[in-house]
């Protein structure tokens, strides 16, 4: 698998000085974690995190930080220097994938539930692996399935079209405030020049949906694959009559779903809708907290005689 590998120390170690030098900005900036989390914006354990060389931003971090705090584009220099996931463990039947992520000059990937790897957030992959998995697994399958993301995110990335069933934004995982995170993660990878999310809607009659998940892949020496999943288990096919017929398939569901900017409107709404039932929530636990304060038992104060 290819990587863009910093020159000396490991990962942790440059993750670490990429968390050193964020810091050193931002306090002759005279802001706090808290102030530039506001600026940015973004929640401040993020940034803490950041910081302390355990989460791994995104450029668009790096970029909107440089601007911020007027470095000169040191940090996004140094973003693109560094090989963020050195060590990563892939389960066995997902190997052979990652290997063509790895390599591949363009994917076109259909989703029928879950959001696709590729465009998942880190919470939304921690929430969807915490339903299988726990502890350091879960953590160590965050990481590897973040790792494969990083080339598409990357300036010049691979052209990377995606089609996502409605359902796909409407399947809570992990709580609102995750959805809201994850929707936010589609409306900004959506705007690099390689990577286009459509939407499929499931009001819209007609439309042929394939049965399954499924991505045609090429690479670079002109091969072609069709990649599908069961529990467990990775499909590969390499026929040329079976790939063209998918291929045909995929490309008028593309025509008769939203376009890029129809959906990313959905996508918008559906992310609004995540945001008021955070709010309506957090109003319900107010009025229940104070519910049950007006219903608890009420004891006389004693006064002190004179």
């Known amino acids: 698998m290819s990587r863009r590998n ?3 120390g490991t990962a942790a170690t440059t993750a670490a000085v990429f968390g050193e030098l964020l810091k050193h900005y931002r306090e002759a900036a005279d802001l706090t974690q808290a102030a530039l989390a506001r600026k940015i914006p973004c929640d401040r354990s993020h940034v803490a ?24 584009g040191v940090l996004l220099r140094l973003w693109g220097k560094i090989d963020w996931y050195p060590e990563v463990t892939h389960p066995d039947w997902f190997r052979r994938r990652a290997e063509m992520d790895a390599e591949a000059v363009a994917l076109r990937e259909y989703q029928a539930q879950d959001m696709p790897g590729l465009l998942q957030s880190e919470d939304y ?42 359902s796909c934004l409407r399947t809570v995982v992990g709580g609102p405030a995750v959805m809201r995170v994850q929707c936010a993660h589609l409306l900004d990878v959506g705007q690099r020049p390689n990577i286009w999310i459509q939407v499929a809607p499931a009001n819209r009659a007609g439309l042929s949906r394939p049965k399954t998940s499924m991505t045609l892949i090429r690479l670079p020496e002109g091969d072609e694959w069709l990649y599908s999943e069961s529990l467990n288990r990775g499909h590969f096919q390499d026929d040329p009559t079976l790939y063209t017929r998918y291929s045909r398939a995929y490309d008028v569901l593309r025509a008769d779903a939203l376009s890029a900017r129809e959906s990313a409107a959905l996508i918008s709404d559906v992310m609004e809708g995540y945001e008021r039932h955070g709010v309506d929530q957090e109003q319900l ?8 304060h007006r219903n608890s038992p009420r004891h006389p104060r004693r006064r002190p005689r004179p």
């Open 125 to 166: 992959a921690r929430a969807l692996f915490s339903q299988i998995a726990g502890g350091e697994e879960v953590e160590e399958r965050v990481k590897a399935r973040l790792s494969r993301q990083q080339r598409f995110l990357a300036p010049g990335g691979p052209l990377y079209i995606a089609v996502l069933d409605e």
């Open 49 to 72: 995190r950041v910081e302390a060389g355990t989460r791994v931003p995104q450029d668009t971090f790096a970029r909107t930080c440089d601007d911020l705090l007027r470095t000169g």
């Open 6 to 8: 910093a020159t000396g």
């Open 285 to 292: 636990q107010r009025q229940r907290r104070r519910q049950l």
